[in-house]
C-alpha cells in the first residue's frame, strides 16, 4: 500500500516562490509509477497542477501554472517535489499528492488512487 506524505506548505508573498514535497513509501520494486500534485481551493473543484512519470521523468503542467512550477523527483523517485515560482493570489490552495501506477500512456490523464493528506499553500498579495 502507497502511503504519501507533504510538507513544506505555509505562507508567501505573491511573487514569492515555495517548494512542498511529498515522500512516499509502500512502492512496489521495481515498478514505475505517476506522480501528481493536486490542488483544491475553498468552494472550486480539484484542479490537476503537475504529473511526472517515475521512470522517464515526463512532466505535464496545467496552463495555469506551466513556466512558473516545476515538478521533480528525487534520485531514488521516492520523493516527489513541487518547486513554485512567481507565486500569485490565485495559488492559494491545499496542495495534494497523488500516485498511481503506471501502465502505460500518459501520467496527465490518469486516475490517481493514492493520495497525501495535503498542505496547505497560502499566496498574500
Known amino acids: 500500500q502507497v502511503q504519501l506524505v507533504e510538507s513544506g506548505g505555509g505562507s508567501v508573498q505573491a511573487g514569492g516562490s515555495l517548494d512542498i514535497s511529498c515522500a512516499g513509501s509502500?512502492?512496489?520494486?521495481?515498478?514505475?509509477?505517476?506522480m501528481a500534485w493536486f490542488r483544491q481551493a475553498p468552494g472550486q473543484p480539484r484542479e490537476r497542477v503537475a504529473t511526472?512519470?517515475?521512470?522517464?521523468?515526463?512532466?505535464a503542467y496545467s496552463d495555469s501554472v506551466k513556466g512558473r512550477f516545476a515538478i521533480y523527483l528525487d534520485k531514488p523517485g521516492k520523493t516527489v517535489y513541487l518547486h513554485m515560482n512567481n507565486l500569485k493570489s490565485e495559488d492559494t490552495a491545499e496542495y495534494y499528492c497523488a500516485a498511481a501506477r503506471y501502465s502505460g500512456g500518459k501520467c496527465w490523464e490518469y486516475e490517481y488512487v493514492y493520495w497525501g493528506q495535503g498542505t496547505q499553500v497560502t499566496v498574500s498579495s
Open positions: 509502500g512502492y512496489t520494486y521495481n515498478r514505475i509509477y505517476c
Open positions: 511526472i512519470n517515475t521512470d522517464g521523468r515526463v512532466q
